[in-house]
């Protein structure tokens, strides 16, 4: 691995660590493999595996400079790669069904069925169990993540499984029922593990230097906001209402909602998200603002979109896509995506003028207007008395809009996960490292 060449990266399919948003690749591991090659000015080519034993054998090979797929280290592994410094700890629970046997212990684990992901270092914690607890039983699953056993678990076709903390609390807004029952063994780093060769020193010293400049400048605490924080806003029930929605409502909508999407070359799921979030997929919501409609359109923003019956639905998406589509075109040209996506769904609800407002407060603050994070922290001031006064449009539901695009961006999420099973057989596709253009930002006008 070279400053200025190509980074070969393995890594999993998973929604804590690589998948595809629409459209667009994401996942911690995979921004953070971004921030790391822009840092050195290298092209990504990310290599997909479909379990661990198949991640390390490819690493093994040499055939990926490095593995980033939330590894958490292990002695057997050191053994075999060289490790980074770590980026993130996770805890490793028992889960079980909600309603089932809760084991409190670990002599309580004895008799269960248990399922841990093969090759995981789960197994060797349960190996090491079973010196003192010879009953001790496990079966190893051969799957890309922890989301198989909890769907096990779920299913009552298995009693307990052992998974990492930061995926279980992604995971389990898909498995609600899963529950976390008790800790076992102590929480591990997750680190990068690269291929052992004679250019390893070399090139662990750049993984090392990056992850340190990465940890102290915040942009890994950051990371780890943006794509673990924000599921905290929608709660789990909600995630269980939407799942039962998904399952019972979206058929029905789902063929108009593509149409739409289509018509505006969006994604059909941000389209399925916002109307959910507006109305719940529901044609005759109406709130007492005056809103109304599957997309709750104004009466003004609906003669304006040429909208006659808010409650038509084909007409409300086509209103609602209209409106968002004019959002995204009228930002500045230089804000990239997915900020663009964001910043257009917070226009969306609180509109472009108070959008603006938190903008030029987030630039004159330090922050970067181009960025969704950093607006996302200042919205909230837009209803704060010591800031609103000195904006030009004055009080705005800050926090409000916040919570709306946190939502949206969860049950988008939820929507694609649910399409996971699709991009697992897909072959691993080349990403080049496109710079942002915010690195050339120009400056806004001060109002
Ligand atoms: N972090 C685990 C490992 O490195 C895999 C993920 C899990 O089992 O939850 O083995």
Aim: glycine fraction near 6%.
């Amino acid at each position: 691995m070279t400053e200025g060449e190509e980074v070969v990266v393995v890594t999993r399919n998973t929604p804590t660590t690589y998948y595809v948003e629409g459209d667009r690749a994401s996942g911690f591991e995979y921004e953070l493999i971004r921030a790391f090659a822009r840092e050195y000015n290298m092209r990504i080519s990310i290599k997909v595996a479909f379990s661990l034993p198949e991640l390390l054998d490819i690493l093994a090979s040499g055939e990926a400079h490095l593995a980033a797929a939330g590894l958490s280290q292990s002695a057997s592994r050191d053994a075999r790669f060289v490790a980074s410094n770590p980026y993130l700890y996770q805890q490793p629970l028992v889960v079980y069904k909600s309603g089932a046997l809760r084991p409190r212990s670990l002599d309580a684990l004895a008799g269960r069925d248990i399922v841990v992901l093969a090759g995981s270092v789960h197994v060797e914690t349960l190996s090491a169990l079973q010196q003192d607890l010879p009953e001790l039983a496990w079966r190893e699953i051969h799957a890309t993540d922890s989301l198989e056993l909890m769907q096990l678990v779920t299913d009552e076709k298995a009693d307990l499984a052992i998974v990492d903390s930061i995926e279980f609390s992604i995971q389990q807004q898909l498995l609600p029922r899963v529950v976390a029952a008790m800790e076992i063994g102590d929480s591990t780093p997750n680190v990068w593990y690269l291929t052992q060769d004679e250019h390893s020193e070399a090139s662990l010293g750049l993984v090392n230097q990056f992850i340190a400049r990465a940890t102290e400048q915040g942009q890994i605490a950051q990371l780890k906001q943006e794509h673990f924080g924000r599921w905290e806003h929608a709660s789990r029930v909600g995630s269980l209402i939407f799942q039962r929605k998904m399952r019972d409502d979206l058929p029905k909508w789902q063929p108009m909602l593509e149409q739409v999407a289509e018509e505006y070359q969006m994604d059909w799921r941000l389209l399925a998200a916002m109307a959910y979030q507006e109305s719940n997929w529901n044609p005759n919501a109406r709130s007492h603002t005056g809103v109304r409609g599957m997309m709750m359109l104004t009466r003004a923003t609906a003669s304006e979109l040429g909208v006659e019956d808010r409650t038509d639905p084909l007409q409300s998406l086509r209103g609602g896509a209209r409106f968002f589509k004019t959002l995204l075109r009228r930002l500045p040209s230089d804000i990239e995506e997915p900020d663009r996506t964001f910043l257009a769904l917070a226009a969306y609800n609180i509109g472009m003028g108070h959008l603006e407002d938190a903008r030029i407060m987030t630039q004159r603050a330090g922050g970067d207007p181009h960025l969704w994070p950093d607006v996302r922290a200042h919205l909230p001031k837009l209803q704060n008395p010591n800031h609103f006064p000195m904006t030009k449009f004055g009080f705005a539901e800050g926090e409000q809009a916040v919570t709306y695009v946190d939502n949206i961006r969860h049950y988008e999420g939820l929507l694609s996960f649910q399409n996971l099973p699709e991009h697992r057989i897909s072959p691993p596709i080349q990403v080049d490292a496109l710079f942002p253009a915010y690195l050339w930002q120009a400056p806004l006008p001060v109002l």
